[in-house]
């Protein structure tokens, strides 16, 4: 079974850090794009970073030099260190993975969400 788990979302103060890991069960595959996602109240869900299989990363500029995405292909794992965390950044925050798969068309994965609330 297919299975995206994430973890380490909280409260924290403006200023603050946290790390969102995502482990991802079942994907035998190596060829995926693996990435992060949040949406606030009331807003769409925003891309906030990927880390492709090659190994190049995507931020949205309001987290570049804050943020940072990597992956851990041995564990199928994907992590978010967030710095400098803001109000803004507040939301639930979502992992995506993206299989390619030889024969078929690929295969879009979502986490279950963990809240991010940054306090003033």
């Known amino acids: 079974q297919v299975q995206l788990v994430e973890s380490g979302g909280g409260l924290v103060q403006a200023g603050g850090s946290l790390r969102l890991s995502c482990a991802a069960s079942?994907?035998?595959?190596?060829?995926?794009?693996m990435g992060w996602y949040r949406q606030a109240p009331g807003k769409q869900r925003e891309l906030v970073a990927t880390?492709?299989?090659?190994?190049?990363?995507n931020y949205t500029d309001s987290v570049k030099g804050r943020f940072t995405i990597s992956r851990d292909n041995a564990k199928n794992t994907v992590y978010l260190q967030m710095n400098s965390l803001k109000p803004e950044d507040t939301g639930v925050y979502y992992c995506?993975?993206?299989?390619?798969?030889?024969?078929?068309?690929?295969?879009?994965?979502w986490g279950q969400g963990t809240q991010v609330t940054v306090s003033s």
């Open positions: 079942g994907i035998v595959s190596i060829n995926k794009d």
């Open positions: 880390v492709l299989s090659d190994g190049n990363t």
């Open positions: 995506n993975v993206v299989v390619y798969r030889t024969y078929s068309l690929p295969l879009t994965l």
